[in-house]
């Protein structure tokens, strides 16, 4: 397997490298040019199908100038608080609340908050790419305006005639292939800063079939995202609290979670009293500049697992999750700090908020593994069982069930966070507009439509296609139920925090022994009991269950799958549903079996189907 570390200028670097790391500015525009980092030449072109994995585009998150002509202030941000007026109203004359108060109030932060979606779907088509185009390709994606896009399927009909199958959707943000980077920023994760300072965890994942533009969309994200944030610490009513913003980076390759910023140190994952999921020995960065953030980010996409496969040649073979936390640092009193001198600085931070940016390997089918070696196939099995996993999850909050299965893998794990609680996510679907994708594309669009219909503000237009109506499923499935988290939570003692000034000495530390670093005796991933298993295999042919219609009859066998757990329970129901497709209590027992030899067909598992 061809195993590229790569920085954020596209360059391939040896994978032995890993030298310990310093970053060198922390100014904006010292060091490395960021001009350098940005410019045409390295950020090349589409070709060859694939090329330029972290290319930016013309939007560039940083360049020289970034200082000097700050991003247009957006209507989520709060209002800059002129430093003056902290002059005049100082921290020590005002209390943490008395802070707040002053610069917004209880119902302001309530309204800002509830105008922000639980959760948010936005799809993002990317450009017919070089190869593409020389092989001709029809672009089978049309995006209509700012929330609808058509999929013209080409069929053919038993008679071997073609026709074209078209397939609308919705969603709250549909953007073509023209919108930049900064734009994706502005829809997507944007809105949700000034949230994470009022204890928010929020999750934004771009998910889509591999090539599709999931790590070209992400990766500038987090930079945005951390110099809004630094802006937003260094306003008064944030400063006086003492709040700082921290970074840290892993990735989950092959079932197992791995240091990004830590020479790719195995990390495990435990749950503390609380349920809360903690990773033990991850290291976490308080950084305060976003030129650091940049370095960091480099450091960790250097560190990533890529590879190359028959979709793409530079493709993502991990889970890379990115979290930007925002922490208020307790002040201590000196008899305390005495008492505490040899306890961890962790201990005096409480968490605030955070942000987790993840990049999901992308989904393949066996198809396109043909041509892969044992290795890349085995990678793709185990990417192909957490999104499978994913996708439980999100089934379950679907169907409102009690139990989640998050424990299916380390992906859904760490995620947990995302679904539960005072939480926001964000999904990005990435979609290649190639005719030949088209099967893909599909799949993407009806697993963000089933994401979508987990908020309770989403859009109820469904999809629509020239088959048999397809009845909307939204009027039975309600939301979850999101308790709010009041409080700022203890950070868990395992996360090992660092400073910028600790950096230079953090190589001779990652070899001191690290009790924590011991073999995976407590892994969480275990096959779940899925009450409601069987589904996906049941909707082989690529439906959901919302779309299962009689075709021979062109009549809808059911409405929804909330109506179907129902029915369920009513034998004769059952008996109704099993003339046309098999029972769900029944498909479970049968499938667990082939769900088994499914899973162990190695990557020739086929998500999604
Ligand atoms: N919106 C876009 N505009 C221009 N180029 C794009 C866009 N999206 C993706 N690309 C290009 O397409 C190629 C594949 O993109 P990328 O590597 O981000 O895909 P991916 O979904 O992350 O793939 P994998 O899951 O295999 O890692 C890259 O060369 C990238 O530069």
């Not at 965890?201 to 790590?215: E, L, V």
């Not at 450091?299 to 979709?311: E, F, L, V």
């Not at 203890?490 to 690290?514: C, H, L, M, W, Y």
């Amino acid at each position: 397997m061809l195993l590229r570390n790569l920085n954020f200028n596209g360059e391939s670097l040896p994978a032995s490298v890993s030298e310990p790391y310093t970053p060198t500015a922390q100014k904006f525009g010292s060091g490395t040019s960021a001009e350098g980092l940005y410019s045409p030449e390295l950020r090349g072109e589409l070709g060859a199908g694939l090329l330029d994995l972290h290319a930016m585009d013309d939007t560039g998150l940083l360049s020289e100038d970034v200082d000097s002509e700050p991003f247009e202030p957006s209507p989520f941000m709060p209002k800059e608080i002129d430093d003056d007026e902290d002059d005049m109203i100082t921290g020590n004359q005002l209390g943490p609340a008395d802070n707040y108060n002053a610069v917004t109030s209880e119902k302001e932060i309530n309204t800002r908050e509830n105008n922000v979606a639980k959760i948010k779907v936005v799809v993002r088509k990317r450009p017919l790419n070089r190869k593409e185009l020389s092989r001709k390709e029809d672009d089978a994606v049309a995006v209509h305006d700012s929330s609808s896009l058509t999929v013209y399927e080409p069929k053919l009909k038993v008679d071997l005639t073609a026709y074209v199958e078209q397939h609308e959707f919705c969603f709250d943000a549909v953007l073509d292939e023209d919108v930049s980077n900064d734009e994706v920023y502005r829809e997507t994760v944007e809105p949700i800063i000034p949230i994470i300072f009022q204890r928010t965890k929020a999750t934004c994942f771009a998910y889509g079939q591999t090539g599709s533009g999931k790590t070209y969309t992400m990766q500038p994200l987090p930079l945005r995202a951390a110099q809004d944030m630094i802006r937003l610490l260094n306003q008064p009513v944030y400063r006086n609290q003492n709040f700082k913003l921290w970074l840290s980076y892993f990735e989950i390759y092959g079932g197992k979670l791995y240091d990004l910023l830590s020479d790719r140190r195995h990390l495990l994952m435990r749950e503390d009293g609380k349920k809360q999921v903690c990773i033990v020995g991850l290291q976490e960065f308080e950084v305060s500049d976003v030129q650091v953030v940049r370095e960091y980010i480099e450091r960790g996409n250097a560190a990533r697992s890529t590879g190359s496969t028959g979709a793409n040649e530079e493709s993502s073979r991990s889970h890379a999750i990115l979290q930007l936390a925002v922490k208020k640092h307790i002040i201590v009193t000196e008899t305390r700090r005495q008492r505490d001198r040899d306890a961890n600085e962790a201990k005096n931070t409480k968490a605030v908020g955070k942000i987790s940016f993840i990049d999901l390997a992308g989904s393949e089918r066996g198809a396109d593994t043909t041509d892969n070696d044992r290795q890349t196939r085995i990678e793709g099995a185990e990417i192909n069982k957490s999104l499978l996993a994913l996708k439980e999850c999100i089934r379950a909050l679907d169907n409102d069930q009690i139990h989640i299965p998050f424990r299916g893998s380390k992906l859904t794990e760490v995620l947990r966070d995302s679904f539960v609680g005072n939480s926001r996510t964000v999904m990005i679907s990435c979609i290649s507009p190639n005719a030949g994708s088209c099967e893909h594309t599909l799949n993407t669009l009806r697993y963000a439509d089933r994401v979508k219909s987990l908020s309770k503000g989403g859009n109820t237009r469904k999809e629509q296609s020239t088959a048999p109506t397809i009845p909307s499923m939204r009027e039975s499935s309600s939301a979850p139920s999101y308790p709010l988290s009041v409080e700022a939570e203890e950070v868990p003692n395992q996360i090992q925090e660092k400073r910028p000034v600790d950096i230079s000495r953090r190589g001779a530390e990652n070899f001191t022994s690290n009790s924590s670093m011991e073999p995976d005796r407590n892994n969480f991933s275990m096959i779940p009991s899925y009450s409601n298993r069987g589904k996906e295999e049941n909707g082989a042919s690529g439906l959901n269950d919302r779309e299962r219609v009689d075709f021979s009859s062109g009549r809808t066998v059911y409405n929804s799958k909330a109506q179907l757990i129902q029915n369920s329970a009513n034998a004769q129901e059952d008996e109704k549903v099993t003339r046309v497709s098999p029972p769900r209590r029944k498909v479970i027992r049968e499938d667990k079996s082939e769900k088994q030899n499914y899973m162990k067909k190695d990557s020739g598992i086929e998500f999604m189907r």
